[in-house]
DNA sequence: CAGTATTATGATACGGATTATCAGTAACAA
DNA sequence: TTGTTACTGATAATCCGTATCATAATACTG
């Protein structure tokens, strides 16, 4: 099995452990995703569906967000892509000319976090990450 | 001077210094925005200012995004908020029930990027990180 | 299988947030 | 003051995402 198949395999397996129907557009929206080389935004990938509607591709994309499958991550002005998460917790470099991500773990964050947390007033409930890159495609 | 005054004479001077004029509706906003305690939306600002056009509104808060007078930062669910640039360089602490934001610094963070920069692909044009907290008002 | 309950779909309408348009107005320099 | 230019604000338009709801597809049950 293909690194590709396999990616597919388990956003359709995710949605059925999940107890979702396995309909055609999710196999559909699962396929296309499969298909984005990098991140993607919700609308590109009504455009390469153009037979599914537009509802389907955003409920199908909430879900694989939910169900961890999707990463959500915001561009500079806060316009939001979505890649694979190839990996659990992870952050993301992404190139703001191409849209290219790249995935990065960091101890560093975690630990910074663990200090934080000591610091301020309150609970730390989730937090965001992402470093904007010029990708050696764009800018050699 | 107080604080406060200080922070709106920043305000206005950051737009003068820049060569735009110094109108009503500016100086109405650079008010409305000292006026705030915390985090604000753009339709706060709006409510507070009946006075003065929505686009007017959004169009001074760019202008003091860009000049880097203010901070626009991301609640979890990508909806943005402001809040005055006090310091140069730093991250945010946003509770999300309330959305008190408080101001950090923190040397690893900038540690951990220099240490990424070496890693990746690409050069490093800007980064985002926001921690997502319930203050002690919220959850005791 | 066939029947049935449930879930999912998609066309469309809707909503909120931000931006574009553009005629009228105000700031500022000469 | 006057003229140039930037700014304003009412409104329309846009963009992204979600709600509605009748219809269709799926999975379950007997």
């Given at each position: 099995?293909t ?17 979702f ?96 947390a ?23």
């Open positions: 099995m690194t590709t198949e396999q990616m597919r395999h388990d956003l359709i397996t995710t949605l059925e452990d999940r107890g129907r396995l309909t055609k557009p999710r196999r559909d929206v699962a396929t296309a995703i499969e298909t984005q080389a990098d991140a993607f935004t919700a609308e590109d990938l009504c455009e390469s569906l153009p037979a599914v509607g537009r509802a389907t591709v955003y409920r199908t994309i909430k879900l694989l967000v939910d169900t961890g499958a999707l990463c959500k991550l915001a561009m500079p002005d806060g316009a939001p892509k979505y890649s694979l998460a190839r990996v659990g917790h992870h952050h993301h470099t992404v190139c703001v000319r191409c849209g290219k991500v790249s995935d990065f773990r960091d101890t560093t964050v975690e630990r910074m976090l663990r200090s934080l000591k610091e301020i007033d309150g609970q730390i409930v989730g937090h965001r990450m992402e470093v904007y890159v010029d990708c050696s495609d764009c800018v050699p």
